[in-house]
């Protein structure tokens, strides 16, 4: 038993901000952003718009794109770095916003491998046959936890969703994830507060906002991400060329461009949506899927491979026959 992807979804915030706004608020130019992010613009979660509502959104276009409905559901994880609240946990107030009782509803946070990590695990309880129909979903509004006086920062990231609906399938599918961690990393991109360190912080007013050594995390992802390549081709026995599609963390296009030329790929076969979004974190890489899926580039039966690097640092790779 395996499981598939039967559907795909997702959404960005309807506001817009462009390198052109930022340009009027931090010392930063269009071409600084452009030439070493990709980044043309990001969107921004509305007041009162939260994690669990983005997700909403790409989960419907996923169910309806896989022909099913709320009522199939019967697991639901979600990764985000920017849960709602503490909790409940944003995979139980997503359920809440779906109309699904009863079904296991969790979120689990590993920075920008949130989408990975989830797809790992959910393809498990598919394998297992004890869930048949998953939603797999990475969410973020990482706007409320930027500083935007930053412009080392601030020009990065952005809000957005993207989910996808596992289901039991004879044939892969998902054929492997790869998952890795390494909190000796943890200072070099962090959020500052949470609830048992910082929290005190948080409540006196302290302002700092997403916190990184970006040349340093540059160089590492890097590394990390050809590693992590050669690990996911020799564990399943995969050439280079048998891959049709490389959906890549959308951080910075210069770090995709290296995994690119690591594969020996030619960018138009790399799907690339950092431009439109930012780093929307968990949410960026069934973001890419979605908008490949939807623009007829990814079809059925060809060989996906995502890979991801993010906060901790953790970093994963799941290839899957789409
Ligand atoms: O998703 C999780 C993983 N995260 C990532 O993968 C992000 C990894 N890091 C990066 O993408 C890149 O390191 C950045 C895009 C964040 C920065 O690019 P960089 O080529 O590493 O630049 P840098 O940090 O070395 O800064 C170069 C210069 C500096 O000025 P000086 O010291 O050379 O005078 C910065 O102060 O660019 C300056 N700078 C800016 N200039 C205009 C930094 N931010 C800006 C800005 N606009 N927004």
């Excluded at 899926?293 to 039966?301: E, H």
Aim: glycine letters at 10%.
């Amino acid at each position: 038993m395996y499981s598939r992807i039967a559907g795909t979804g997702s959404y960005l915030p309807e506001r817009v901000l462009t390198n052109a706004d930022l340009e009027k608020t931090v010392d930063t130019t269009d071409e600084w952003i452009r030439t070493r992010t990709g980044i043309e613009r990001r969107h921004i979660a509305g007041d009162g718009e939260t994690t669990s509502m983005l997700a909403e959104h790409a989960c419907r276009r996923a169910l309806r794109a896989a022909g099913l409905t709320v009522e199939d559901v019967d697991f639901i994880v979600v990764g985000t770095t920017t849960p709602d609240r503490v909790f409940p946990n944003t995979g139980t107030l997503l359920q809440e916003r779906l109309g699904i009782h009863n079904c296991p509803a969790f979120a689990l946070e590993t920075a920008c491998s949130g989408f990975v990590y989830a797809l790992s695990v959910a393809d498990k309880y598919v394998r297992l046959g004890e869930a048949k129909c998953a939603l797999v979903v990475g969410a973020e509004c990482l706007s409320r936890i930027t500083d935007w006086t930053d412009r080392a920062t601030c020009v990065l990231f952005g809000d957005g969703a993207g989910a996808v609906v596992l289901t039991p399938s004879v044939e892969p599918g998902v054929v492997a994830t790869h998952l890795h961690s390494d909190g000796r990393y943890k200072d070099l991109l962090y959020f500052p507060y949470g609830v048992s360190d910082g929290f005190d912080k948080l409540k006196a007013g302290a302002k700092q906002g997403i916190t990184m050594q970006g040349n340093d995390v540059f160089k590492v992802a890097v590394r990390t991400l050809s590693r992590l390549v050669d690990e996911t081709l020799a564990k399943n026995g995969i050439e280079k060329h048998q891959i049709d599609w490389l959906v890549p963390h959308q951080a910075n296009l210069r770090i995709i461009q290296s995994a690119a030329d690591k594969l020996d790929m030619p960018m138009d076969k790399v799907i690339v949506t950092v431009h439109e979004h930012g780093n929307t974190s968990a949410a960026s890489i069934p973001l890419a899927l979605d908008t490949a899926v939807r623009d007829g580039r990814i079809r059925r039966g060809q060989l996906l491979l995502m890979e991801t690097f993010g906060g901790g640092f953790t970093w994963g790779s799941a290839l899957v026959r789409f």
